[in-house]
């Protein structure tokens, strides 16, 4: 079984509709990542929880919001999608020690109508 | 802030020759650096990571990275690659400040023909 697991792993929606993407992982791991990729830009950062109660921004938050359910949920909701946030999101969690290595999920494609 | 450059966003290759993936880096404290790849419909996989000690890492399916603090580079390379080596690595980089936050580059796709 996979230790991070992403639902769903496809979503195809239209401009303001409400969509959640979901995240869990087996790995016991406080720190918990959202990221999406788009072609030519990389990875970037959209949100990030250090634990529970812990919720911080990344560098592209607007129009976005998380919610950390427990420990091993993370959840990232666009309240009304718009075409531009078509892409590849990716959940990633880390441990709390020195070494810190992000463990990727399979990712979700989400296409914005 | 910290950011990331992969110098070549497509290296096509051939079976068997060796390969480097250029990336270079700015930051003005320490960092951690790191070499994830992504293989076609999957998620991000660690191949390599450059944290302290030795300048040359060493990692999975053969590849290897040498830091390069003057140069501010972190170049990926693998003296024959094959055609399962074919996917998009991401160089990243970690401020030593930052947390647990990565800064990933553009990537650069590696296709390696027969």
């Known amino acids: 079984d996979a230790d991070v697991t992403q639902t769903p792993r496809n979503r195809i929606t239209k401009t303001g509709k409400r969509i959640m993407l979901e995240c869990s992982q087996t790995?016991?791991?406080?720190?918990m990542y959202w990221y999406r990729q788009d072609p030519g830009l990389g990875l970037r950062l959209i949100y990030y929880?250090?634990?529970?109660?812990?919720?911080n921004k990344g560098e592209i938050s607007d129009g976005y919001s998380v919610s950390r359910q427990a420990q091993a949920k993370f959840s990232l909701s666009l309240e009304s999608a718009i075409p531009n946030q078509t892409a590849l999101y990716f959940c990633?969690?880390?441990?709390?020690?020195?070494?810190?290595?992000?463990?990727f999920g399979p990712g979700t494609r989400l296409l914005v109508l | 802030a910290q950011s990331v450059t992969q110098l070549d966003s497509q290296v096509p290759v051939f079976e068997e020759a060796p390969v480097e993936l250029r990336c270079n880096y700015s930051?003005?404290?320490?960092?951690?650096l790191f070499w994830y790849v992504q293989y076609p419909n999957q998620g991000l996989q660690l191949l390599l990571k450059y944290l302290s000690g030795s300048t040359l890492v060493k990692g999975i399916n053969g590849f290897e990275a040498e830091f390069n603090k003057s140069q501010t580079s972190f170049h990926l390379r693998k003296p024959s690659v094959h055609i399962s080596d074919t996917a998009e690595y991401f160089c990243a980089v970690r401020l030593e400040t930052s947390g647990s936050r990565l800064t990933f580059g553009e990537g650069t796709q590696l296709t390696v023909n027969p």
């Open positions: 929880s250090f634990d529970v109660k812990d919720i």
């Open positions: 790995k016991g791991h406080d720190r």
């Open positions: 930051s003005s404290v320490s960092v951690y």
């Open positions: 990633a969690t880390s441990d709390r020690d020195y070494q810190e290595t992000q463990y």
